[in-house]
């Protein structure tokens, strides 16, 4: 069992950063593939980042590329989401989840494949 605790959400002017972290209860964290999804009112949940147990892949969706940054401190059974140039459209709770699965980073944009989420952490971007 892992439980999944984010923070770091909050109100950001457009252009502002946000660093969103995820704490991770248990000691294997560091075997599980980390994902970042977020869901906007009215919208269905969306893939965001993804990163293998280790670090060393990552992957992102479109939409954030080149503005996020996602990375992972087993030590500390942490999982990051850097967020610049936030947008308006980036509006909506952010989760973080684990995932079992071994496979390749870049199939890890689909939520089903991940066991446990956290409860959310909010970002707001105002224009």
């Known amino acids: 069992q892992v439980q999944l605790v984010e923070s770091g959400g909050g109100l950001v002017q457009a252009g502002g950063s946000l660093r969103l972290s995820c704490v991770a209860s248990?000691?294997?964290?560091?075997?599980?593939?980390m994902g970042w999804f977020r869901q906007a009112p009215g919208k269905e949940r969306e893939f965001v980042a993804a990163?293998?147990?280790?670090?060393?892949?990552?992957d992102y969706a479109g939409s954030v590329k080149g503005r996020f940054t996602i990375s992972r401190d087993n030590i500390k059974n942490t999982v990051y989401l850097q967020m610049n140039s936030l947008k308006p459209e980036d509006t909506a709770v952010y989760y973080c989840a684990a995932s079992s699965l071994i496979a390749s980073i870049a199939t890890m944009w689909n939520g089903y494949q991940y066991i446990y989420w956290g409860q959310g952490t909010q970002v707001t971007v105002s224009s």
């Open positions: 248990g000691r294997t964290f560091s075997s599980y593939t």
């Open positions: 990163i293998s147990w280790n670090g060393g892949s990552t």
